[in-house]
């Protein structure tokens, strides 16, 4: 079982930090946008919510569908990690949904659905000696 390294699951839940989630399309196209609204739920679970996603959201389905990995890349300053993960769930309502929810209202953003992503991999990307170590 992987689990995010503590500097990781805090710099997810920086809103001053840099995310940008990558997908893959039916045909191979590499996918990627900025995902502010995102974090980590626990030290297992990423979230991202969908507000305008369009050609993101149909290649989530597509990894869902194919147990295929997306990454999310976070960055602040001198720090970067790459997280790859399987797709777990899309919710548009429950517990979870309805807390994120009264969190996306609150800055003025309608959440369609909330994409759950699980931990597979950690990756430190930091422009460091330790850049492409495998961390988790």
Do not use: C
């Amino acid at each position: 079982m992987v689990k995010l390294p503590e500097e990781v699951f805090a710099l997810l839940n920086d809103q001053k930090a840099a995310k940008v989630l990558g997908t893959r399309s039916s045909n191979n196209d590499v996918h990627i946008i900025n995902v502010g609204g995102s974090g980590a739920i626990d030290h297992e679970t990423l979230f991202v919510g969908e507000i305008f996603m369009r050609k993101t959201s149909d290649n989530l389905k597509l990894a869902q569908k194919e147990k295929s990995k997306v990454a999310l890349l976070v960055s602040q300053g001198f720090k970067s990690y790459e997280v790859k993960a399987s797709v777990k769930d899309y919710q548009t309502s429950g517990p979870v949904f309805d807390k994120m929810a009264a969190v996306f209202k609150s800055m003025k953003f309608d959440l369609k659905g909330l994409w759950l992503l699980h931990v597979e991999e950690v990756w430190n990307e930091s422009p460091t000696f330790d850049a492409g170590k495998k961390m988790a």
